[in-house]
């Protein structure tokens, strides 16, 4: 971010053109959005963000724990000091959008794209945003602590506080009640939960501890997949390679989907348990995950861990069953409105592309296959869903937007490359080095761009 003075002086910059546009007697759609540009720089600079990401330094941070809370009345809610600023930046957005012309949405939305894009790279050094410290400040503990300490946890507070990020240690409940595993009423949930568990080691015994000759030909063909894909699991990290933990993934994915015969087991659904095993294992397990030994905890707490995977495993799915069946058509009718948002946001990424021959499909259907496991840092992937398990039945269209932002982290170099190598690196995109900033940047800006098309859907329709 820039320095001080800069800001200064930017704010001045600022001031002096809304001074010269109030005197001017013509609003034009430029106008209009070049304010909507300024509004939204000065948010990402740090004052406030749609979308509930807070980008701040840690020296800014204020206490919130006595703001009033808004009412919560609409479906993706901000967060709460936020909920103002960001209403009126949608009305701003919806005004800027608002054009005459098709062509000149695009433009505006291109420009846009561009001037954020800008904003994230003036970032430098000792003065880089500490946006990690968003899910852990004290005063968003404390908000965590007061709706789970309810006799009912009231869920759409739950999920507005989480979006942003969950505290590791609240994460395992936060996410049971948000996948609706758990009850929301305190009275009913240690019953729930043990029965739910018990069930699993019945439908274990059942279904797994049986031998092969009990087992159609499909079952040991699908037992046998999963046994060849679990060894291949989030390869990088060397708790996965543990012969106990691959068990473990092979009891779960072969019991779902023996459960589920409408899509049986699908290559991708194993990278769907590894989020929730590593958060469920957190609650008996300290330290960093590359020094977890499973053999460490008796058997008991290991099948407590696996049916909470399968519980919430089953839960996430319900909410995109046609992701999973025959031909895949939910991931085949994602990738299409990707590709379709990706032209409105940004058409030369989205021409040039096109003009080497590389379809969405291609590159995009393993992300939603697998939802971004494999193209990021695994420490990152419960921070991303959080945000994920937030937006409850409304992931699905919500992916898109992630997806597209994502995408066009890397809209310069896109256009740069043939089709081989657009190829090679969308196989391997360069993000081993990603923290906390990258990935928050990346939900900012979708969350940013859907509040903008959902004011103007016509914006996304095709034609």
Partial sequence: MRNNSNDNKSNQSSGGEDHHSQESSISTPESRFNQTLRNVQGLLKGRSMPGKVLLTRRSELVDQSNTQEPALNYARSFSYNDAET??????AMEEAFESPSEPNANESVNKLKISTSN???TSEGPQKSVIGARATDSARVMKFTKVLSGTTVILEKL?????????PYMRPDVWRLLLGYAPSNSDRRE???RRKRLEYLDCVSQYYDIPDTERSDDEINMLRQISVDCPRTVPDVSFFQQEQVQKSLERILYTWAIRHPASGYVQGINDLVTPFLVVFLSEYLDGSVDSWSISDLPSDQISTVEADCYWCLSKLLDGMQDHYTFAQPGIQRLVFKLKELVRRIDEPVSRHVE?????????AFRWF??????????QLISRLWDTYLAEGDALPDFLVYIFASFLLTWSEELKKLDFQELVMFLQHLPTHNWTDQELEMVLSRAFMWHSMFNSSPRHLATG
């Fill in 355 to 363: 003009e080497q021959g590389l379809e969405f499909l291609q590159f």
């Fill in 369 to 378: 296959n697998c939802l971004l496991i494999r193209e990021i840092p695994f």
């Fill in 159 to 167: 999920r507005e506080l989480a979006w942003s990020g969950i505290p």
């Fill in 191 to 193: 019953g729930v939960l």
């Fill in 86 to 91: 960001s209403v009126s930046i949608s009305k």
């Fill in 119 to 121: 904003v994230e790279n």
